[in-house]
Structures are given as C-alpha cells and as structure tokens.
DNA sequence: GTTCTAATTGAAAAAATTCGCAATAGCGAA
DNA sequence: TTCGCTATTGCGAATTTTTTCAATTAGAAC
C-alpha cells in the first residue's frame, strides 16, 4: 500500500495554507515559501497541494479566476458567485445543510466543505431586465 | 454597448459542444474542428467557451480532470464524484431544485446547470472504516 | 543506528492556457 | 448596399500547470 510521506515541503505548504485565511493560490504559495525555501520547485507546490486536497486536507475551489486553496477545518462556508459583476456573497453552512444531510442519507458522505454556485446576483438580473427593455 | 457577434468559429464550436453527448474539453473541440478550419486557433477556442459560457449557452464544470463543457438546454443534472474511486453517481435535479429554489427566493438566480459535488461513495466509506477497524 | 525501497523532490522540458496586437469581419446605421 | 465601428480572429509570445526523470530521502524493517 502507497504511504503518504509527511516530507517538509509538504508540511510547510499545509502550514502556509492553514495560516492564511481565506483562499490562496498556489502562485501565492510558491512566493511565500520561496524566500525560506529557495530550492523549492513549482511543480512542488502545485503537486503537493493536489495531493493534499486528495488527502483531504485542503480544499480546492475553482472562484473564476483560476483554483484556490483552503485549509481544511475551518468553519464550512459557500459562495454565490455572479456571473455578471463577480461579486461574492457568502452563503451560510445552515443554508446548504439541509441539502448535504439529504445527500448523507441517501449514503454519499459529503466532503465539499466550500460550495460554490455560480448566477446572477440580483442587482445583475435588474440590470438584465432593463436592457431587455430598452430594446 | 457591446454586441455579442455571432462568428464562423463560435457557432461551429458551439455546434460541437451541443452535438456530442456529455462532456467535453476544449482539446476535443479544437481537435474535431481544427480538420475543417485550419486556421482555428487553440485561443479562439478557449476564449470562445468562456465567452459561450458567459453568454449561459454552455455550461462549465471541472470534474477533477480540467474543465468540461456541455450544451445548455438538456435536462440539467448533477454529479457527485468520490474522491476516493472516482466513481461518479448522478444526481436528478430534482434532488437540487428545492436547494436552488431556496437561493432563488433570496434573490439569487442559479446559473449552475451541472453541480459537482466532491466526497465520498458508501462502498468507500466502507473500506475507510475497515482500515481503521483494521489498525 | 543501518539498510532498503518506494515516495518525493528539483530542474528542465512539454503541454495547456492566456495575452498582446495587427488584420479581419459582423452587424447596425446611413 | 455600402460604410464605419469595434468585437473577434489568428498568430506568436508569455504565462501557467503538468510531466518526465535521475537524485534524494522519509519511514518501515532489521
């Protein structure tokens, strides 16, 4: 069986993932870790934040602007992404519960712990509207 | 304001997402049309799948191996993937309607036609308790 | 501590994706 | 129809991400 080896980039790259709130990017990763690891390789940071997201300690998100990472523990939160002006709300953990506990039942244990449905914020539908409208 | 121009290399590209079933990349859209247009370019299909998908007529989804697209308009379905086989069981709108209905209420309009949803299968499941069972 | 082995690394090359810009061509207005 | 404006294209270059591979090293076994 294939072990998980704890090497130290794998552990400072967790580490800086953890200590950063919010999302990160693997560039921002990289840089971080650079200066105190100047031997360290991109393809490092990018395979090893793969393989953490597979072990399931970090969480990965597509935000529109390429992959970001989250670690994985914090308080679960999702995101409203507009399509339209790319704004982002937040959307509270007991908003989707009710949905993951359906999918819990029916036997699928839910990790996705950053959801994040992509629309039009209502504002942008307005916006829409008018310009349907003014034709 | 900006009109949206319907060109040769985005209806043709268009045309091949909804003409295959399922999901595609752009690599197997720019390797079926590249034979009968020559001078397309990887770029214009990149930017016209964004843009196609901006317009609401495609529909986005990164199913862990790169971005998939697929045609806008059939039954919307949705997707739960194990990240432990890899194994991708469907989930009936139905089972999301009432969650998106929720957001919709609040003022949101889901754009989403192809949710994915990451954890992990029961038989999955399973086999994790038995290793820990095991240890 | 020493040995063994497979997982992991860094560097370079390859592949995928995006960007910059001059040339082209939709499409609305005349 | 023709004209004019500008969104879009194709190309090459830049950027980002993945792959390849020989050298290294974590971690288990002794």
């Known amino acids: 069986m294939s072990t998980m080896r704890m090497t130290i980039q794998r552990r400072k790259i967790l580490a800086t993932v953890q200590g950063l709130p ?3 990017s693997a560039e921002t990763i990289y840089h971080r870790l650079k200066p105190e690891m100047p031997e360290l390789s991109p393809s490092t940071v990018y395979r090893n934040l793969k393989a953490l997201a597979d072990m399931g300690r970090v969480s990965v998100t597509d935000m529109g602007q390429g992959w970001v990472f989250e670690a994985v523990g914090g308080t679960p939160h999702h995101h ?6 790319g704004e982002v709300e937040d959307l509270s ?43």
């Open 80 to 85: 409203l992404v507009c399509l339209g002006c």
């Open 22 to 24: 919010g999302h990160v």
């Open 93 to 135: 953990d007991s908003a989707v519960r009710p949905f993951f506990d359906q999918l819990e039942r029916r036997g699928f244990h839910v990790a996705t712990n950053h959801l994040c449905i992509y629309g039009y914020c209502s504002s942008c539908q307005e916006k829409a509207g008018a310009q349907e409208a003014a034709r």
